[in-house]
Each structure stands twice: as structure tokens, then as C-alpha cells.
């Protein structure tokens, strides 16, 4: 199989973003387009994912326990994305497949079939378009999906009439857990960072109560959101929001850590929460976790939330970037909160 004389553009990053994500922190770097070997296909890559996460490996060295940070001057290894292969040799895979896989940010990429990636959430898969177009399974039936739903079902354990509060709720992963815990018929509340959003949040994404979290003191804002307490919070965003959680959770309450963006362009984390004695009081449960380690709930995730999909009962928003120099400024605007819904690149030439 030969490509003739077309190259492969790839994003490298060239230096780790101190504070925001800026352009300059990334070069466009044409490079040969790779050839497959036994038991490997060559993709080319249609669309690829943008993830607050990725921040927390654009840095010299990762928080323990996570994904390695993303070494300089290197394409990036482990980033979410979909594509045709355009040549197998590697048993189950054919040319014209749709496949997702984890060697996103470039224009093709060689990928073993069976090889492990991203804890087994990034491994080489064949996606069915007929039920879903390709980049839905870099949201809502992809890694976004299974952090909702095993966050919500799986970690913070939810229970018939429980209140749920989600923040960056008008995110990729917010907006679905919202949704998904509508349709277990609790009541929710979403907090996002402007009055756009929590229209969003109450015209589309269903919630029955929403909150701006700039407008004011936020433990006022959850109160009057949610004047009995809540059971369930689920945290993308940690800091305050995560000790207004602790204020208001009734006895018994859980909070899935999902993560922490407001500290992740910090050079120092923030002091944790000074109310964590409400713990103890309030025989709370706190728990992180990693979609990551709980691949194995794909299956089970794509059958109830494609379900959902295919009855319009869920429905989910993508913020789309055009062409692949422009991932890094899609990063930085997702950090900055322009996006609604899932943030993606697609990749033209
Ligand atoms: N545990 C896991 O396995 C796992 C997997 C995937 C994602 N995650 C986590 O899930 C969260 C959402 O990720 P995503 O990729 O779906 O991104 P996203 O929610 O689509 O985008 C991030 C949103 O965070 C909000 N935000 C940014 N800075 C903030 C701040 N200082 N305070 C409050 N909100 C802020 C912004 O919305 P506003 O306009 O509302 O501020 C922005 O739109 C992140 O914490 C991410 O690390 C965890």
C-alpha cells in the first residue's frame, strides 16, 4: 500500500503550557505517512477528541497514579479519536472500517489491533455508523459516555429519589450525566459558567434546576437550587464547588470525583476543602475514579445510551473545530469554557 506523495501532519507539543493553553505550546510537524505491519492497520483519521484532561499530562510530570505526562516534541499518544482504515494486516480489520482508537491530534496513524490503550478504553475497536455517526463515539458513546454513565450508576452508586447536583454541566460529560440521571427520574441540578449555558441546561439538556456559578456566592446559589440538600454530587470541577457539595450533601450523601478543572492549570494545587469534617458528621462517601479502569462497562453503556439516542430521549451538543491546527486552540477554549457539549476536531485537508 502506498499514500504516493501525501504526508501526515501530526500536533506535537513543544512545551508545556504554563497557566492557559496557548497555540505556541504546539507545532504542526509534517512527517512521512507510516506504513502498517503484521498484526497493525493505517488509519486515516476523521475526527479527534478534545479532553480537559489533557491538561493534566501537557506538563512535566503527571499527578501520580494517572496517564504519563505527553513528552515534548512527540506525537500525542493517547487522545481519543475515529477514522477508516485504509489498509489491514491485522485479522477482524478491513479497509473502509470505521474504527476508533487513541493516536489522535495527526492525519493518519498506525495502530496494533489488540494492543491495550488508554486502560483499555483506546484499544483499536470497529464502530458501528450505521446507529451513530463516527464522532458520537468520541462523546456520547465513547469515553464521555462511560464516564457518565459508570460515574453516576457505578461510583456514586445512585438510588431511587436521590437529588443530583453535576457541575461543568453543560459540558461533554456533564451534560450527559445530567441527562442520564433524568432518565433514572431523579431530580437534577446543573451549574455552568454563564446564563447561555444554564439556558442550555434547562431548555435542552432537561434539568429542574440550573445555576450560573459566577453569579454569586456559591453555596447561596446551591441552596437556593436545591433548598432540601442533595444526595449526589457529581464533581468535574473540584475547589469551591466541591466544599459547597460537602456543605449541602444530606446524611449518607456521595460525591463522584470525576475531576478537578479548576485546579489544572494551577503550578500548586489549592488547599482542599475546610468543611471535609462534614464528612465524618454526615457519614458521607467520596470517591474518584477513572473511566479508564472500567472499559469493561462499554459494552453495557453503548446498549442503554444508544438506546436513549435512538429514542430521542438523549440528546447531546458538539462544539466543532475545523481542521487539525486548530486542536490546540480548541483545547484552550475548552479550558476556558466556549465550548457546550462535546468538543471536537474535524480533521480536513
Ligand atoms: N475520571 C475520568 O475518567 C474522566 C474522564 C473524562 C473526563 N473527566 C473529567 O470530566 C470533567 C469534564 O471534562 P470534559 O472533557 O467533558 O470537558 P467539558 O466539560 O466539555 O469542558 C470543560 C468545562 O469545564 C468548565 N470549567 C473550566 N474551568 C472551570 C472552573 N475554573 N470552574 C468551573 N468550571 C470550569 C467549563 O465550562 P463553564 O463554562 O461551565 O465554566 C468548560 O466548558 C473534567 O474534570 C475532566 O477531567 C474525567
Redesign the pocket.
Known sequence: MTLGSVTSREVWPVAYPRGEVRPADFRLVDVPVPEPGTGEVLVRNTWTS????L??RLRETAPPGYFPAFPLGRPLDGVMTVGEVVASHADGFAAGDTVWHAAGWRDYAVVAAGQPALGGVGTLRRLDVRAAPAQAYLGALG??G??AY??LLHVAGLRDGDVVWV?????????LVAQIAKLRGHRVIG????AA?VRYLLDEVGVDAAFD??AGPLPDLLAEAAPDGVDVYF?????D?LRAAIGALRPHGRVA??????E?AAERSAPGPDNLMLAVTKSLTIR??????MAHLIPEMTREVGAWIRAGRLRYRE?VVDGLERAPAALAG??????????LVRITR
Open positions: 478534545v479532553d480537559a484532561a491538561r493534566l469515553a464521555n462511560l464516564t459508570a460515574g457541575s461543568a454541566a453543560a459540558g461533554a460529560v456533564g451534560s451549574s455552568a459558567g454563564s449555558k456559578y459566577r464533581d468535574n470541577v473540584g475547589g464547588h470525583i470525576c475531576g478537578m478543572i479548576s489544572y474518584g475514579f477513572r473511566a479508564s479502569a462544539t475548552l479550558l476556558r469554557g466556549d465550548n457546550t457539549g462535546k468538543t
